[in-house]
């Protein structure tokens, strides 16, 4: 009895802990996400921490403010651009100093950071970079900079770009498991790691000219803002001539190999400050905050952003872009009469077609009531395009990945995989001959195959339909540059799937002047985020899945995660060949 009673009193002690530090942990995150705005003082310098992840938007997250030496966050693509434009004609602001490591983002992201970096730069303020490790991607925002300075144990990847694609054949074949692929299109190859185990041509001739595309436009991007000379960079690429610091410094791809504190020293200089003196550092976070107080920027007039980012799937979607929420969303800034134009920003790589069909409807029903503009960011490819194809008018990153337009579905067969594998087999009573035609444990007669591959190639029928109204071709003129073939916004541009080469900015542009508001007007933006404790909770779930994958399988938990997505394609797909990662 005396045991249980120590039991029993060391649990409501642990529960009366855990409550007490519950209480406190939100109470300082209230009090971290209630603080007042920092003050931006004279003479300060933006220090942009250029590494981490890019997304379009993130959810403010009080416990980084608690913690910050948990890593780096997720960078806020559209509020970083906001505050380097803001920066530009902010007198208390000197100059900007970026430092660099590890950016994960597509090229078009990047530069549209660029872009805003070599636009500050017109005010006559400095811009400095540091890097202790370069790669393709950070150097491409790097080189924006008056003056970049390298670790001297550092080094610079500047060596071209690659695609690499995983092919999942070798271990269906070993598991026993039969993919069933149904796809409309040459260059619709998001099916091929299922079934084969190298590229195919057509897969190979499209990645192979849209990196292309986008190394020439990173190479000629750097020689603009550079002393470089165009068939110089591309020397240096290919031959990779760039291998130690000193090659950096030699070759003119950096300013000079040093310290930290050699360069922050050169900042005091500018700053024309003592050496024994703080220099005046706002981080970006803080001076967004800042001037979400300071600005006043009201009207009656608004703009809304709707931000499509991740798959698009049916339903709500959660983090994804959902069919139904998407929807809804436009729905609710047609019928805002304070809403003037929508702005529809994509960063997708498609998904389900009857999710993509959902919004496509709505953006519809808004043409002809308000102006429709969609910006296409790193991704907006196959259902991706496919929401953004009725818009008014389509702006593309000359580095955006686009086009695919085109469909697949795919079923899996674990017949063999079941019985010789787990000694599992089955046995099934029907209503009708086609009653368990999507089932997975027996392979498709020819005829059932015809079946649903007759239902891909009407998605696909209805995919260029659209398109070629969308875009005023005629189908067969659309047919052309589908296929699924993947473009580069470049690509895009010059076979008519998009209208102008432009960032965000010049979206909103078009936007304010087609609704007739260009000087009178703010931006509102769609969906609203998560609250912090959604947030968090849903956080700790992905990080305790991730841990859970990386513990039992090791290296292989990308791969194993590959395949877990699979239980997520429902029905037609329109969606990117695969999870394109360009470096």
Same mark, same amino acid.
């Given at each position: 009895?005396?045991?249980?009673?120590i039991?029993?009193g060391?649990?409501?002690?642990? #529960?009366?802990?855990?409550?007490?530090?519950?209480?406190? #942990?939100?109470?300082?995150?209230?009090?971290?996400?209630?603080?007042?705005?920092?003050?931006?003082?004279?003479?300060?310098?933006?220090?942009?921490?250029?590494?981490?992840?890019?997304?379009?938007?993130?959810?403010?997250?009080?416990?980084?403010? &608690?913690?910050?030496?948990?890593?780096? &966050?997720?960078?806020? #693509?559209l509020?970083?651009i906001d505050?380097?434009?803001?920066?530009?004609?902010?007198?208390?602001?000197?100059?900007?100093?970026?430092?660099?490591?590890?950016?994960?983002?597509?090229?078009?992201?990047?530069?549209?950071?660029?872009?805003?970096?070599?636009?500050f730069?017109?005010s006559?303020?400095?811009?400095?970079?540091?890097?202790?490790?370069?790669?393709?991607a950070?150097?491409?925002?790097?080189?924006?900079?008056?003056?970049?300075y390298?670790?001297?144990?550092?080094?610079?990847?500047?060596?071209?770009l690659?695609?690499?694609v995983?092919?999942?054949?070798?271990?269906?074949?070993?598991?026993?498991?039969e993919?069933?692929?149904f796809?409309?299109?040459?260059?619709?190859?998001?099916?091929?790691?299922?079934? %084969?185990?190298d590229l195919?041509?057509a897969? %190979?001739?499209?990645?192979n000219?849209?990196?292309?595309?986008?190394?020439?436009?990173?190479l000629?991007?750097?020689?603009?803002?550079?002393?470089?000379? &165009?068939?110089? !960079?591309? #020397?240096?690429?290919?031959?990779?001539?760039?291998?130690?610091?000193?090659?950096?410094?030699?070759?003119?791809?950096?300013?000079?190999?040093?310290?930290?504190?050699?360069?922050?020293?050169?900042?005091?200089?500018?700053l024309?400050?003592?050496?024994?003196?703080?220099i005046?550092?706002?981080?970006?976070?803080?001076?967004i905050?800042?001037?979400?107080?300071?600005?006043?920027?009201?009207?009656?007039? %608004?703009i809304a952003?709707?931000?499509?980012?991740?798959?698009?799937?049916?339903?709500?979607?959660?983090?994804?872009?959902?069919?139904?929420?998407?929807?809804?969303?436009?729905? /609710?800034?047609?019928?805002?009469?304070?809403?003037?134009?929508?702005?529809?920003r994509?960063?997708?790589?498609?998904? $389900?077609?009857?999710?993509?069909?959902?919004?496509?409807?709505?953006?519809? !029903?808004?043409?002809?009531?308000?102006?429709?503009i969609?910006?296409?960011?790193?991704?907006?490819?196959?259902?991706?395009?496919?929401i953004?194809?009725?818009?008014?008018?389509?702006?593309?990153?000359?580095?955006?990945i686009?086009?695919?337009?085109?469909?697949?579905?795919?079923?899996?067969?674990?017949?063999?995989?079941?019985?010789?594998?787990?000694?599992?087999?089955?046995?099934?009573?029907?209503?009708?001959?086609f009653?368990?035609?999507?089932?997975?444990?027996?392979?498709?007669?020819?005829?059932?195959?015809?079946?649903?591959?007759?239902?891909?190639?009407?998605?696909?029928?209805?995919f260029?339909?659209?398109?070629?109204?969308? %875009?005023?071709? $005629?189908?067969?003129?659309?047919e052309?540059?589908?296929?699924?073939?993947?473009?580069?916004g470049?690509?895009?541009l010059?076979?008519?799937l998009?209208?102008?080469?432009?960032d965000?900015?010049?979206?909103?542009?078009?936007?304010?002047?087609?609704?007739?508001v260009?000087?009178?007007?703010? &931006?509102?933006?769609y969906?609203?985020m998560?609250?912090?404790?959604?947030?968090?909770?849903?956080?700790?779930?992905?990080e305790?899945d991730?841990?859970?994958?990386?513990?039992?399988?090791?290296?292989?938990?990308?791969?194993?995660?590959?395949?877990?997505?699979? /239980?997520?394609?429902?029905?037609?797909?329109?969606? !990117?060949?695969?999870?394109?990662?360009?470096?």
């Amino acid at each position: 009895m005396a045991f249980l009673r120590i039991v029993l009193g060391t649990v409501v002690g642990l #529960l009366i802990f855990f409550f007490i530090a519950t209480i406190m #942990l939100l109470g300082a995150i209230g009090a971290a996400s209630t603080g007042e705005a920092p003050n931006v003082r004279d003479r300060s310098v933006l220090y942009l921490n250029l590494s981490g992840p890019v997304t379009e938007r993130v959810a403010d997250d009080p416990l980084q403010e &608690l913690f910050p030496e948990s890593g780096p &966050l997720p960078i806020a #693509l559209l509020p970083l651009i906001d505050a380097i434009k803001q920066a530009k004609d902010d007198s208390r602001i000197e100059g900007i100093y970026m430092e660099h490591g590890f950016i994960q983002a597509g090229f078009a992201s990047l530069q549209e950071i660029r872009d805003a970096v070599l636009d500050f730069k017109r005010s006559g303020k400095f811009v400095y970079s540091y890097g202790e490790y370069l790669s393709e991607a950070d150097y491409y925002l790097a080189s924006a900079a008056d003056q970049l300075y390298l670790n001297p144990e550092g080094s610079v990847e500047f060596n071209g770009l690659s695609v690499g694609v995983s092919f999942f054949q070798g271990t269906f074949e070993k598991l026993g498991i039969e993919p069933q692929i149904f796809r409309v299109g040459e260059f619709k190859s998001a099916v091929e790691p299922f079934i %084969r185990k190298d590229l195919s041509e057509a897969n %190979r001739l499209q990645i192979n000219s849209f990196i292309n595309s986008i190394h020439d436009h990173n190479l000629k991007s750097i020689a603009q803002s550079s002393d470089l000379e &165009l068939d110089e !960079l591309k #020397l240096i690429s290919d031959s990779m001539l760039v291998r130690l610091p000193e090659d950096a410094e030699a070759y003119g791809l950096v300013s000079k190999i040093a310290y930290e504190d050699e360069i922050k020293a050169e900042i005091r200089e500018d700053l024309g400050i003592e050496e024994d003196k703080d220099i005046r550092f706002v981080r970006s976070r803080d001076y967004i905050k800042a001037l979400k107080t300071e600005v006043d920027d009201y009207s009656s007039n %608004r703009i809304a952003v709707i931000v499509a980012q991740g798959n698009i799937v049916m339903g709500d979607g959660g983090e994804e872009v959902g069919g139904e929420k998407f929807a809804r969303e436009i729905r /609710k800034a047609r019928e805002n009469d304070r809403v003037k134009a929508i702005v529809l920003r994509v960063n997708s790589p498609g998904g $389900s077609l009857t999710g993509s069909d959902i919004i496509w409807r709505e953006i519809m !029903l808004t043409k002809g009531v308000k102006p429709v503009i969609a910006s296409m960011s790193d991704l907006a490819a196959s259902g991706g395009y496919f929401i953004a194809m009725p818009c008014d008018t389509i702006v593309a990153q000359p580095n955006t990945i686009t086009g695919s337009i085109g469909i697949f579905g795919m079923l899996f067969n674990f017949e063999e995989f079941l019985e010789d594998k787990l000694g599992i087999t089955n046995d099934v009573v029907s209503t009708g001959e086609f009653s368990d035609i999507f089932t997975v444990s027996r392979s498709l007669t020819d005829y059932e195959k015809s079946i649903i591959q007759e239902g891909v190639e009407r998605g696909y029928e209805t995919f260029i339909t659209k398109a070629a109204e969308g %875009r005023g071709m $005629s189908v067969e003129q659309l047919e052309q540059v589908a296929s699924g073939r993947v473009w580069t916004g470049e690509q895009a541009l010059g076979n008519g799937l998009v209208d102008v080469l432009g960032d965000f900015g010049t979206a909103v542009n078009i936007a304010a002047k087609a609704a007739g508001v260009e000087d009178d007007y703010r &931006l509102s933006y769609y969906p609203a985020m998560e609250n912090f404790l959604d947030q968090f909770l849903n956080k700790a779930a992905g990080e305790v899945d991730a841990y859970y994958l990386k513990q039992h399988f090791g290296t292989m938990a990308p791969y194993i995660e590959s395949i877990n997505k699979l /239980k997520t394609l429902r029905g037609i797909q329109a969606r !990117l060949p695969y999870d394109l990662t360009v470096q």
